[in-house]
């Protein structure tokens, strides 16, 4: 089975809008998995305007389901993980000032610097995912680094999926295709909603784990959080 596991970024973003701890980062978590989340995600980034680098800390003891902590390895970030020691952690080449994720690691170009990270995070006993784009160049790429794992940037198919779903989804079968040949774990994330998700896992099953978190946390703005987690794990089925 595909599991769902909720990014609480935006959960955050609402928070630190305001101040304060409303609405309570923790108690989403808690909540997200009593509600039949498989996991929570976060991604932390340097200036902290959404998950701040305590909430990770502070998360980590009160969940019981898989952690993901995604984000660019550089030195902050790489020793947050190792202090923490999630599950999964996921890296994204994420600017300084980017606004969100918007592609995937050049893992052929990049092989040495992901190499050398992926043997950090693995000596500590922590699975590691490498966020791609669908290309299987950088899907075998991403095995010759020693991932265990790819994460593919589902944006291009959300995009594309009102016009021509079938061409959209295309490039993506032909990375998760490579990906199970080469023997990676397969993750997916970024811009699926109850729209599109369905359709995605159909076509492409073996999916281990899809990370979602914009589309769902305005859909619980509507239905509420039980209620959307529900929908998105009976899309899952």
Request: charged share 25%; glycine share 6%.
């Amino acid at each position: 089975m595909t599991k769902l596991s909720v990014n609480i970024n935006k959960v955050a973003t609402l928070r630190n809008a305001r101040g304060g701890n409303n609405p309570d980062v923790l108690q989403v978590a808690k909540d997200a998995e009593t509600f039949g989340a498989q996991g929570i995600t976060v991604h932390p980034r340097p200036d902290e305007r959404h998950i701040r680098y305590q909430d990770v800390r502070d998360i980590r003891p009160i969940i019981t389901t898989e952690f993901n902590i995604e984000g660019n390895p550089i030195d902050s970030f790489t020793e947050l993980v190792l202090e923490v020691v999630p599950n999964q952690v996921t890296l994204v080449p994420d600017g300084h000032d980017q606004l969100t994720s918007n592609h995937g690691w050049d893992t052929i170009e990049n092989k040495a610097f992901l190499t050398d990270i992926c043997k950090t995070f693995k000596a500590a006993g922590i699975r590691t995912s490498i966020f791609v784009d669908a290309d299987p160049r950088m899907v075998e790429g991403a095995k010759a680094c020693g991932a265990n794992r790819v994460e593919l940037y589902t944006e291009p198919y959300a995009s594309g999926y009102a016009a021509d779903r079938k061409a959209a989804i295309a490039p993506f079968i032909a990375a998760a295709e490579e990906a199970r040949r080469v023997g990676l774990g397969l993750n997916a994330g970024h811009d699926l909603s109850l729209e599109n998700l369905a359709y995605y896992h159909e076509l492409i099953p073996w999916t281990d784990e899809v990370s979602i978190g914009h589309a769902l946390i305005c859909d619980a703005l509507y239905i509420g959080l039980h209620e959307t987690i529900k929908r998105y794990l009976q899309a899952l089925q």
